[in-house]
């Protein structure tokens, strides 16, 4: 049973085309996470979501903006895509407690000509 | 900020062989986590470390949580081709962020 869902996996835009990617959970977790991940890196977390408070990474661009409107949903937009901005993004939530295990979804490819 | 060394950076074995990699830190990690992430994919959770000197399997895996906190390795034993991946090691700081700290990887080629 699929436990954070990511939709698309493929996503293609136009330079400067705005585009949303989204994230769902079924584990009713607290804490949903945004990464980046360009090839054969480690996932950059771009910002993050408890509860309803949003943290913000001091290096992430203002071109990237997230959405959460219930705890099951989260949404990543970006504004004006670059040519950059071309990436794995991985969604992850985590119960925001102690033990500080993340789950993460099969990730949106984004293309981006 | 942290940082988590993790190596090596590549490894090519053949099958049935075992495998050893590491992640240290010059901090202290409350939390130690593996995970597994084969190409187009999200990765996996294979094992989660919480004690110093715990020593966890999960199937032909074993990793361990440091003693002085402020490292982990993980061992594959028998390696199948389905073992073929990046794995990664991430660690909580102490202080009781919720965010990771992520190693660089370590990516996995078995020859059968």
């Known amino acids: 049973d699929a436990m954070v869902i990511q939709n698309p996996r493929y996503q293609v835009t136009q330079f400067g085309k705005p585009v949303t990617l989204s994230c769902s959970q079924t584990?009713?977790?607290?804490?949903m996470y945004w990464y980046q991940q360009k090839s054969s890196q480690a996932p950059k977390l771009l910002f993050h979501y408890y509860d309803k408070d949003f943290n913000n990474e001091a290096d992430t661009p203002d071109n990237f903006q997230s959405r959460r409107p219930n705890t099951s949903f989260c949404f990543l937009d970006i504004r004006s895509p670059g040519l950059g901005d071309a990436a794995m993004y991985l969604c992850?939530?985590?119960?925001?407690?102690?033990?500080?295990?993340?789950?993460f979804g099969p990730g949106t490819r984004l293309t981006v000509t | 900020g942290q940082q988590l060394n993790q190596s090596p950076q590549s490894m090519f074995i053949q099958e049935g062989e075992d495998v050893s990699m590491n992640c240290t830190s010059s901090s202290i990690f409350n939390t130690w986590l593996w995970y597994k992430q084969d190409p187009g994919e999200g990765p996996v959770l294979l094992i989660a470390l919480y004690k110093a000197g715990e020593l966890t399997s999960n199937g032909r895996l074993t990793a361990q949580f440091g003693i002085t906190r402020k490292d982990s390795f993980l061992n594959i034993s028998a390696s199948i081709p389905s073992d073929v991946g990046i794995y990664f090691c991430a660690g909580r700081p102490q202080g009781g962020s919720e965010k990771l700290v992520f190693g660089k990887g370590t990516k996995l080629t078995v020859n059968p």
């Open positions: 584990l009713n977790h607290n804490v």
């Open positions: 992850a939530t985590s119960s925001g407690i102690a033990l500080g295990e993340q789950y």
